[in-house]
Nanobody
Framework: QVQVVESGGGLVQAGGSLRLSCAASGRTLSFYVMGWFRQTPGKEREFVASLAWSGGNTYYADFVKGRFTISKDNAKNTVYLQMDSLKPEDTAVYYC????????????????WGQGTQVTVSS
């Protein structure tokens, strides 16, 4: 089993930046995929980005391409989501998730979830 804990959310003005962190523990992550999702009230959780721990291939949702970057630190077992050029519509609770297997973009395919961290972008 894998435990993931997010941190780094907060309040930022439009155009600003935040970096979210996701610390993973419990298993070697070599065969895991780490994903970031976000959710706003009344909406389904939506895919933001994902990274395969081994090999490092990444996927991004179209609405964050060129603005967000997912990366990892092997030594710290941590995945990051660097968010630049933030927009008010990026306001959401951001969740980190992990799955054993292929790199996929739908939330139901991820088994392990963090508690979420709030990101608020003011206009």
């Amino acid at each position: 089993q894998v435990q993931v804990v997010e941190s780094g959310g907060g309040l930022v003005q439009a155009g600003g930046s935040l970096r979210l962190s996701c610390a993973a523990s419990g298993r070697t992550l070599s065969f895991y995929v780490m994903g970031w999702f976000r959710q706003t009230p009344g909406k389904e959780r939506e895919f933001v980005a994902s990274l395969a721990w081994s090999g490092g291939n990444t996927y991004y949702a179209d609405f964050v391409k060129g603005r967000f970057t997912i990366s990892k630190d092997n030594a710290k077992n941590t995945v990051y989501l660097q968010m630049d050029s933030l927009k008010p519509e990026d306001t959401a609770v951001y969740y980190c998730a992990a799955r054993l297997g292929g790199n996929i973009r739908y939330a139901s395919g991820y088994n392990y979830w963090g508690q979420g961290t709030q990101v608020t972008v003011s206009s």
